[in-house]
Structure formats: structure tokens, C-alpha cells
């Protein structure tokens, strides 16, 4: 009796818990390294579903998202004042991602429903997160569309639709093309699969975003010994115009 | 060929040619007029996507090493008034340390960067046009054949402490020279800049210095005001960006030495016509900004940051 109920239980759970179809991921590299010459990086993300059931009918969508180190951001906003454009309102964004790609294997309408995407923050706005503005800002939608703007025209939010290829329901791949200006850290990525704008599964990852060499050197210490660096930098300066003005006389001279 | 380069500190990609380039034209500035070249290079930067704040704190350091490598061809050519400098030196970092004051207590306060662009305006402007003005007078007058006018004397000749100031040819009082570093202090604390395109005609037309021995005098004096200011930087704001000041660096002391060579075969009345355009081109095109309805009403920033 007791067997039987453990049996029932374990029948019962993974149906409830474990979704009928999972993702098996592959990275094509889990660390973006920041070096001197660094210019950007693609990083190709792909998998295979694994499926314990039957094909359903419906078709099956899958959706990737790389998100970096969440920052709070102040929006500020010109009026003319006397003639002038001045900085007349603001309006502090909690956390916003320094940088969000949302790569889809369809139509936005096709693979997410509006609920879903609150429930789950898929999309560039619903990744924003926006606690209130000031009480004399009345459109504060205004700035964080204003937000998205101008990180989208840097390619830091980016919204790939189509981008992402499903074969056969099974096999999918797409590639996220990260911008020069990251931003050290963790980036949390992603997979969801959804059938009829509803999530079925999701998988999560991250891609460890780091600087390394001498990036990383005079990163920790400008952090660290903001003196010693300070005083450094000064050092260099003096020794490079020092040592210009002695190449000079020396090409002069000869 | 392309050859990005990542800054550290700035955390962008930019183009290493167009850093050096940046950097030589300044650095020609620097060197043909002994200002730092601040009040150009921190814009130029602001343009190509370095950070504000490390822009001004990176800008800084570049003016040590353009300022450094001009002052040494004018060592040589013994062009630089020591004692002249060191009494602007004492005025112009006491002066600095209160206009760091006035800017923290501007930015608690909000619009700290209206304020800044506008000391730009006003200032670029009336110094650029009273210089514009007076050398073309003087070249005119050149022209003519009429000897130039000669030194008068003023309320300036009457106050105490008086010193002589052997390289310039001057025997006046330290007071004018103390205010006027204390002043450009002020003021280039509060605009980020190294204050040579104040000091430069404060010089010339305040103290009477020959304009030979002002550009020299005004390198040696910046240096220190520009250390000053990356130290304050580095330790306060970690916005100094090594990587970034290297490159520009590399340029500007190249740059210095072209521009010191220039400087020295233009007649001081076309050096300060041409400083003075320049001064009144870099006014104008932030005034510009200010009054034309920009194509990005909205800008981002980082809480509690310029």
C-alpha cells in the first residue's frame, strides 16, 4: 500500500512539476573575456528539446533572453526655459538591465501572450523595473520608453524577432551579437518554450561577463588604491611628456 | 583598419586613431598657446561616448602630460617666469580647493551641468571676444607702423607687497597675481578645465606680462592645477581612465612639440587672434547646443553622478 502510494506520488509529481519538454543547452562560450582589443562578442546559444511525450499539434516557440547586472538610471528630461534647454524633470529608474537581448523564433504576438510576459518579464519594458516617479512627472511612461530608445540605438536592449531557428520542433539556435560597452558580471540567460503564447518550460543559464590582463589589473586597482593609481597616472603623464620632449630635441639635434 | 581599444575605467570601445588624433590637437593647442586644451578636449570627448565624469577627470590628466612636455621646450628657450608662476600656483590651488567646494554644494542643489555649460558660454565668450578685438587693434596698428602703446601706469603699480618678477620685466605687487590665481582656481575647478584660456589673457592684459613668457609661465602653473585635479579624481570619483589617457597622451605630447615650434614662428598678435577664434568657435558651438532644440530630449545618467 505504501509502495504503491510512493509510486503514485512519483508518477503524480513530475507531471506537475517537471514539464513534458525540457531544454538540453549548449553556450558557445559561458564567459565573455574583456580584454584590451575587446570589440564586442557574439555568442551563439543553441540546444535540443527533449521531449518524454508525443509531439503536440500546436507548434511549439522558443524564446532566449541575456540580461546583464541590473543598475539603477535617472532619465532626465529637457524643456526650453528662457530659450534655453534645460534639464527640467527626472525620473530615478529602479534597476534596469545594462543590457537585455530578447531573441524569439517568431512574431512577438505568436510566441508570448501579454500575461505571460508580465508573469515572466520577457519583454524589454516588462525587464525595467520602475517603482514610481516623482508626483510633479505625470508621464513617466515617457521616460522609460525614452530609456529604451536610447539604450536600443547602443544595441544594449535589443529585440530580435525571428531571430532565433527551431528545427523540426527540436533543434534551435541563435546568435546574440553583446555590444563594446558591457558591463561587468553576471548576465542570467534564459530559454523559455512556449506553445499558444503560454510558458511550458524554461531553462536558466548565465554567461559570466569579466574583465581579464591588464583591463581587470587597473580596473581593481583604480578601485582599490585610488591614490597609488591616481598618482600613477600622473607619473605617466609626466614621464611621456618628458620623454616626447627628448625624442624632439634628439630629432631635432641630428 | 579599425583597432578598437577598451577602456577600463570607461567601460566603452573607441577607436585608438581618434583618441591620438584628439590628442595632437590638442596638443598643438597646448603647445602653440600654453593653454591645457581643457576647455576643447572635454567636450571632443564628451562627443565621441566617454562618460562625462571621465571625461573631465581623464581630461586632466592628458593636460599634465601636453603641459608637461610644452614646458620643457620652454625651460630651454627660458621663457617661463618661475617666480611669477609659483605666486599663480599658490592663489590657483587655493582657489581650486574652493571651487571644488562651490561644485559639490551646485550638484546637491541639481543642474550642475546647465551651470558648467554655461560658465563656458560666458566665459569663452567675453575672453574670446576681448581678445579677438584687442589683437586685431594691434595688428592693425602693426600694420600702420604705429609704435605700439606703452605700459601705463595704473592702480595695479600703486598696491603693496611689491616683487620683482625678473623674466617678465615686472615690478608689481603679488596681490593682482594671487587674485588672479585664485580666481582662475575657481573657475577651473568649477568647469573641469586647467584655466589656461583665462589665465593666458589675465596675464597679458591684468598683470602686463609679455606675451612670450606667458605661455610658459601659464604650462608651468596648469600642471599643477591639473595634477591637482586628476589626484582629487582618482581618489573621490575613480573616473580617471589610465587606457584612455595614454592614448591621448601620446598624441597631445607630440602635438605639444609641433605646437611649440608653430607658436614660436607666428608673431604674438597672430597667436592671439588665433587663440581667440578658437576660444570664441568652441563658445559659440556650445551655445548652440544650448539654444537649439536637441534631437534627444531625454538623457541618461547615473543616480547621484554629474
Redesign the interface.
Known amino acids: 500500500m505504501l509502495r504503491f502510494l510512493v509510486l503514485l506520488l512519483a508518477m503524480a509529481s513530475p507531471a506537475a512539476a517537471q514539464p513534458a519538454e525540457e531544454v538540453v543547452l549548449g553556450l558557445s562560450q559561458d564567459t565573455v573575456k574583456i580584454s584590451t582589443n575587446f570589440d564586442g562578442s557574439e555568442i551563439l546559444i543553441f540546444g535540443a528539446i527533449k521531449r518524454e511525450t508525443a509531439l503536440e499539434r500546436d507548434p511549439l516557440q522558443v524564446i532566449v533572453t541575456v540580461a546583464g547586472p541590473l543598475r539603477p538610471v535617472v532619465v532626465r528630461r529637457k524643456e526650453r526655459v528662457a530659450g534655453i534647454w534645460v534639464n527640467t524633470a527626472s525620473v530615478e529608474v529602479d534597476s534596469a538591465p545594462t543590457f537585455y537581448a530578447v531573441a524569439t523564433s517568431a512574431p512577438w504576438s505568436e510566441v508570448i501572450s501579454h500575461t505571460e510576459d508580465l508573469r515572466h518579464s520577457v519583454s524589454i519594458p516588462r525587464a525595467i523595473r520602475s517603482v514610481g516617479a516623482p508626483m510633479d512627472v505625470l508621464d513617466s511612461q515617457a521616460f522609460k520608453d525614452a530609456l529604451i530608445r536610447i539604450r536600443g540605438g547602443r544595441s544594449s536592449y535589443q529585440l530580435l524577432e525571428g531571430a532565433v531557428t527551431l528545427r523540426q520542433q527540436t533543434l534551435f539556435d541563435t546568435r546574440i551579437a553583446m555590444p563594446a560597452n558591457l558591463t561587468e558580471g553576471i548576465y542570467p540567460t534564459r530559454i523559455l518554450l512556449t506553445r499558444n503564447g503560454r510558458v511550458v518550460s524554461r531553462f536558466e543559464t548565465e554567461i559570466n561577463v569579466t574583465k581579464v590582463g591588464l583591463e581587470r589589473w587597473l580596473y581593481m586597482l583604480a578601485q582599490q588604491e585610488p591614490l597609488l593609481y591616481g598618482l600613477m597616472s600622473i607619473a605617466i603623464a609626466i614621464a611621456a611628456g618628458w620623454g616626447a620632449s627628448a625624442a624632439f630635441r634628439l630629432v631635432r639635434s641630428s | 583598419m579599425t583597432?578598437?581599444?577598451?577602456l577600463?575605467?570607461s567601460?566603452?570601445?573607441v577607436n585608438a586613431f581618434v583618441l591620438l588624433g584628439l590628442g595632437g590637437l590638442v596638443g598643438v593647442l597646448s603647445g602653440m598657446f600654453g593653454v591645457g586644451g581643457g576647455f576643447l578636449l572635454t567636450p571632443l570627448l564628451f562627443f565621441i561616448g566617454i562618460p562625462p565624469a571621465v571625461a573631465v577627470a581623464t581630461g586632466a590628466?592628458?593636460i599634465?602630460?601636453?603641459?608637461?612636455?610644452?614646458?620643457?621646450?620652454h625651460l630651454r628657450r627660458k621663457t617661463v617666469d618661475l617666480r611669477m608662476g609659483t605666486v599663480l600656483l599658490i592663489g590657483g590651488l587655493v582657489g581650486a580647493a574652493i571651487g571644488v567646494f562651490i561644485f559639490n554644494y551646485l550638484k546637491t542643489l541639481?543642474?550642475v551641468?546647465?551651470l558648467v555649460r554655461l560658465c563656458y558660454v560666458v566665459f569663452l565668450g567675453i575672453i574670446g571676444g576681448l581678445m579677438f578685438i584687442e589683437s586685431l587693434n594691434a595688428l592693425r596698428n602693426a600694420r600702420r607702423g604705429a609704435p605700439p602703446k606703452r605700459k601705463k601706469h595704473t592702480w595695479i603699480h600703486a598696491l603693496p607687497f611689491k616683487m620683482r618678477f625678473r623674466t617678465s620685466g615686472l615690478y608689481i605687487s603679488v596681490i593682482p597675481p594671487l587674485l588672479v590665481g585664485l580666481s582662475v582656481g575657481v573657475l577651473a575647478a568649477i568647469m573641469g578645465v586647467g584655466g589656461g584660456f583665462i589665465m593666458v589673457p589675465a596675464m597679458i592684459y591684468l598683470l602686463g606680462m609679455p606675451t612670450k613668457v606667458v605661455v610658459g609661465t601659464s604650462l608651468f602653473q596648469i600642471i599643477f592645477v591639473a595634477?591637482f585635479t586628476?589626484?582629487l579624481?582618482?581618489?573621490?570619483n575613480?573616473t580617471?581612465d589610465?587606457?584612455l589617457?595614454?592614448l591621448l597622451?601620446?598624441g597631445g605630447?607630440?602635438g605639444?612639440?609641433f605646437g611649440t615650434i608653430i607658436g614660436t614662428r607666428l608673431k604674438a598678435e597672430q597667436l592671439r587672434i588665433l587663440l581667440a577664434a578658437m576660444v570664441l568657435l568652441v563658445c559659440g558651438k556650445i551655445a548652440l547646443?544650448?539654444?537649439?532644440?536637441?534631437s534627444?530630449?531625454?538623457?541618461?545618467?547615473?543616480?547621484g553622478g554629474v
Not at chain 2, 66 to 73: D, P, T, V
Not at chain 2, 289 to 294: F, R
Open positions: 583597432m578598437q581599444v577598451y577600463p575605467i567601460e566603452v570601445a590628466n592628458q599634465v602630460a601636453a603641459s608637461f612636455s610644452g614646458l620643457l621646450a541639481g543642474q551641468d546647465l595634477g586628476t589626484i579624481h582618482a581618489t573621490t575613480y580617471v589610465v587606457v589617457a595614454v597622451i601620446l605630447v607630440v605639444a612639440q547646443e544650448l539654444l537649439i532644440e536637441p534627444e530630449l531625454y538623457t541618461l545618467a547615473k543616480p
